[in-house]
């Protein structure tokens, strides 16, 4: 099956979120990295995934933060700085906004294996 040039962009799109989400979170960087504009790369996020690129990039930081939440015995304020961002509450006020609990809740109802 042949792919086509917008699904192209999109392949390499979340390619780049998987390897700069960390110090990259503006849909802009994204779009100038691809050559193409903003609002191309938008369209192709809502046509393909049902998103937006911002939403893409964000739901790749929670991942990696419920990962970290999950796996290691780091503070809220540790894994909120190793994620880039400017303070422990921020992480936590907008962790809770997207995933309707607190950080501390996560770890609280997740089962622990270690």
Known sequence: MRINKAEEKLVAFVQLVNDNYLTQRSPKW????LNI???????????YLLSTPGEVIREEVWKEAQRMLYLTNQSVAEIAY??????????????KRDLKCTPEEFREIMPRFH
């Open 82 to 95: 190793k994620l880039g961002f400017e303070s422990a509450s921020y992480f936590s006020t907008a962790f």
């Open 30 to 33: 994204y779009a100038d990295e």
């Open 37 to 47: 504009s903003v609002n191309y790369l938008g369209r192709i996020c809502k046509r």
